[in-house]
């Protein structure tokens, strides 16, 4: 069974660029949520998906996040426009009950 | 609102040894979950042990095992006979009672194994 995957690895943009983040869960997870951590920090909570809908949006840092997750299987993060402190490590996970399975994670810079 | 701490950014251990990562954490409920979390330097993050705060007894799993004080608020880790592959970063994290639901995690600590 595949795992969670994420796309890119690694993402290097400028000040001011747009950024889409993709995850796919693993096949049959209602639950998605996406992580991040800033350099040398806690991993912190952005939302939860369960199926399409937008379940906790409560770590969302600004308007400038948008999060998708049409026909509740992959899900989009896109930043826009990026700004220099949204450098970090983007993780998204799944889960079909207790135990949550994470991705790679995605390393953005943002220059 | 819930937070958890690791006050240990960094720490190492002989082969074969054994090492305590500490946690601490806070909170106002009386049910949840404490879990443990390994990533090792390839980055995926991956669950090491999981404790149910209404289970006094505490987790184990292999060489791998939790001192869970309550009271305390406290949730250390014992990794026993240290082998090279459990280099990596922990993360504590905290989960409110329930199926689903956001994990609060803690600063990490890298843990250095010596051959």
């Known amino acids: 069974e595949a795992g969670v995957t994420q796309f890119p690895s690694h993402s290097v943009i400028e000040k001011g660029q747009t950024v889409t983040l993709r995850c796919d869960p693993i096949s049959g997870h209602d639950n998605l949520y996406w992580y991040r951590r800033v350099m040398g920090k806690e991993i912190k909570f952005l939302l939860h998906?369960?199926?399409?809908?937008?379940?906790?949006e409560s770590g969302m840092p600004n308007n400038r996040f948008l999060a998708e997750r049409t026909g509740g299987t992959y899900s989009t993060l896109k930043v826009q426009p990026a700004e220099l402190e949204d450098s970090g490590v983007y993780f998204c996970?799944?889960?079909?009950?207790?135990?949550?399975?994470f991705g790679p994670g995605t390393r953005l810079t943002v220059l | 609102a819930q937070t958890v701490t690791q006050s240990q950014p960094e720490m190492s251990v002989q082969e074969a040894e054994t090492v305590t990562l500490s946690c601490t954490y806070d909170?106002?409920?009386?049910?949840?979950?404490l879990f443990w979390y390994k990533q090792p330097p390839s980055r995926q993050m991956i669950l090491v042990i999981r404790q149910e705060a209404y289970k006094q007894q505490n987790a184990t799993e292999n060489r791998f095992s939790v001192n869970f004080q309550k009271a305390a608020k406290s949730f250390s880790l014992k990794i026993s006979d240290s082998q090279l592959g459990d280099a990596a970063m922990y993360f504590c994290a905290y989960r409110k009672l329930g199926n689903t639901g956001k994990l609060i995690f803690g600063q990490g600590t890298t843990l250095q194994v010596k051959p």
């Open positions: 909170t106002s409920e009386s049910d949840y979950y």
């Open positions: 996970a799944s889960s079909q009950g207790l135990m949550e399975y």
């Open positions: 998906f369960v199926k399409e809908s937008k379940q906790d």
